[in-house]
């Protein structure tokens, strides 16, 4: 069964960090490209950050650009997404998603095939 599991999600307070993993089990995310998206409630999921399968190209939209830092360690089969200077805007569900393809395939939801349940951050004083 292949299957991606998000962890690290928390509360944390404004201006804090988090690491959320996302590990895979079942298959290699060597040959994977993997994206970060976000849910807050009441908003549209939104693509906020990609890496390509070797690591070496990545990705950030705006809203997190210079705050967030994705990396990945195939030998471990896990995707890390670091999160530093926490906003109360940075709330949501956090979901990883892989699609096999060297290159981030961008942001639209459909291009990726495998979906993780997601990780709950909450930034709040």
């Known amino acids: 069964q292949l299957r991606l599991v998000e962890s690290g999600g928390g509360l944390v307070q404004p201006g804090g960090s988090l690491r959320l993993s996302c590990a895979a089990s079942?298959?290699?995310?060597?040959?994977?490209?993997i994206g970060w998206f976000r849910q807050a409630p009441g908003k549209e999921r939104e693509g906020i950050s990609c890496?390509?399968?070797?690591?070496?190209?990545?990705n950030y939209a705006s809203s997190v650009e210079g705050r967030f830092t994705v990396s990945r360690d195939n030998a471990k089969n896990t995707v890390y997404l670091q999160m530093n200077s926490l906003k109360p805007e940075d709330t949501a569900i956090y979901y990883c998603?892989?699609?096999?393809?060297?290159?981030?395939?961008?942001?639209?939801?459909?291009?990726?095939?495998?979906w993780g349940q997601g990780t709950q951050v909450t930034v709040s004083s």
């Open positions: 890496i390509s399968s070797s690591g070496g190209s990545t």
């Open positions: 998603a892989a699609e096999r393809h060297y290159y981030c395939p961008g942001y639209a939801s459909a291009r990726y095939n495998y």
């Open positions: 079942g298959f290699t995310l060597d040959r994977y490209a």
